[in-house]
């Protein structure tokens, strides 16, 4: 009978252990599927957040590659500038201002050519030009005016360019009268540009008298810059380009020698 009889301290060891294992079962299986998935949203915005810096990262680097690779914007021409360039071209150069520049009296017919003459033979500083340097040489009968105006940026002398090759195209073959010095009177013509620069925007233009004299004009615009060359050859024969021509083209390359001290 002994044998048989538990005592009570053994029925309270017995029952609090089985008690405690359930809790201490359940309480491990519960927590872990917590914070395995709280580490895998961790870590997927993690990889997400990297990948977006590298992206960044290499699209400046390739940013930077390309904007090193683009040429440079050349400088434009200060009046110092086209100065320089015409001491390296002709001795006697000398400022151009609006103050100081003197109208010749007189208009063209057709009214609608008068563009075409207007800072040659009627001597009118450009609506929106600053400055400009010029110089005047002769050749045996011929006389050579050579000036440069400088404009605010390149779009401006650009519209200046393009205005005067749209009046060239309307007056191409037109019969032109000059009503101030030297009057005359002819058939204007365009001449074809001989160029062995890089400057694409010139044009040229001659009006022949029935007496063989010529008034030719080559324009040019480079940078913020327009140049007009003005021939009065009052020799017989038809009219040559090519002279006119490698002047624009030394010039050109003087400018471009300018240039290139500010790059």
Same mark, same amino acid.
């Given at each position: 009978?002994?044998?048989?009889?538990?005592?009570?301290?053994?029925?309270?060891?017995?029952?609090?252990?089985?008690?405690?294992?359930?809790?201490?079962?359940?309480?491990?299986?519960?927590?872990?599927?917590?914070?395995?998935?709280?580490?895998?949203?961790?870590?997927?915005?993690?990889?997400?957040?990297?990948?977006?810096?590298?992206?960044?990262?290499? +699209?400046?680097? $390739?940013?930077? /590659?390309?904007?090193?690779?683009? @040429?440079?914007?050349?400088?434009?021409?200060?009046? !110092?500038? &086209?100065?320089?360039?015409?001491?390296?071209?002709?001795?006697?150069?000398?400022?151009?201002?609006?103050?100081?520049?003197?109208?010749?009296?007189?208009?063209?017919?057709?009214?609608?050519?008068?563009?075409?003459?207007?800072?040659?033979?009627?001597?009118?500083?450009?609506?929106?030009?600053?400055?400009?340097?010029?110089?005047?040489?002769?050749?045996?009968?011929?006389?050579?005016?050579?000036?440069?105006?400088?404009?605010?940026?390149?779009?401006?002398?650009?519209?200046?360019?393009?205005?005067?090759?749209?009046?060239?195209?309307?007056?191409?073959?037109?019969?032109?009268?000059?009503? +101030?010095?030297? $009057?005359?009177? /002819?058939?204007?013509?365009?001449? @074809?540009?001989?160029?062995?620069?890089?400057?694409? !925007?010139? &044009?040229?233009?001659?009006?022949?008298?029935?007496?063989?004299?010529?008034?030719?004009?080559?324009?040019?615009?480079?940078?913020?810059?327009?140049?007009?060359?003005?021939?009065?050859?009052?020799?017989?024969?038809?009219?040559?380009?090519?002279?006119?021509?490698?002047?624009?083209?030394?010039?050109?390359?003087?400018?471009?020698?300018?240039?290139?001290?500010?790059?």
């Amino acid at each position: 009978m002994a044998a048989k009889a538990a005592s009570p301290d053994s029925k309270l060891a017995q029952g609090p252990v089985t008690t405690i294992d359930a809790v201490t079962t359940a309480s491990p299986q519960s927590e872990p599927e917590v914070l395995a998935v709280g580490f895998g949203e961790a870590s997927r915005l993690s990889r997400r957040v990297k990948f977006l810096l590298v992206f960044v990262l290499l +699209a400046l680097l $390739a940013g930077l /590659g390309i904007w090193r690779l683009l @040429p440079e914007p050349a400088p434009l021409f200060s009046l !110092s500038d &086209l100065q320089g360039v015409y001491a390296g071209y002709q001795a006697n150069a000398s400022v151009i201002d609006r103050l100081h520049t003197q109208e010749e009296v007189g208009y063209i017919l057709p009214a609608a050519c008068e563009p075409l003459f207007e800072t040659t033979v009627l001597n009118r500083f450009p609506n929106q030009a600053l400055d400009g340097v010029g110089t005047f040489w002769e050749l045996d009968r011929s006389a050579v005016s050579l000036f440069t105006y400088r404009f605010a940026d390149v779009a401006t002398a650009d519209r200046e360019y393009r205005r005067l090759a749209a009046v060239l195209d309307n007056c191409r073959d037109v019969p032109v009268e000059v009503h +101030a010095r030297p $009057a005359s009177r /002819g058939m204007l013509t365009a001449t @074809p540009v001989l160029s062995n620069s890089d400057v694409t !925007s010139q &044009l040229g233009y001659v009006m022949t008298t029935n007496d063989g004299i010529k008034l030719a004009v080559h324009v040019l615009a480079f940078s913020n810059t327009v140049t007009w060359q003005f021939r009065y050859e009052p020799v017989a024969g038809p009219y040559r380009p090519l002279l006119a021509q490698r002047v624009m083209d030394s010039l050109v390359d003087q400018m471009h020698a300018v240039q290139d001290l500010h790059r």
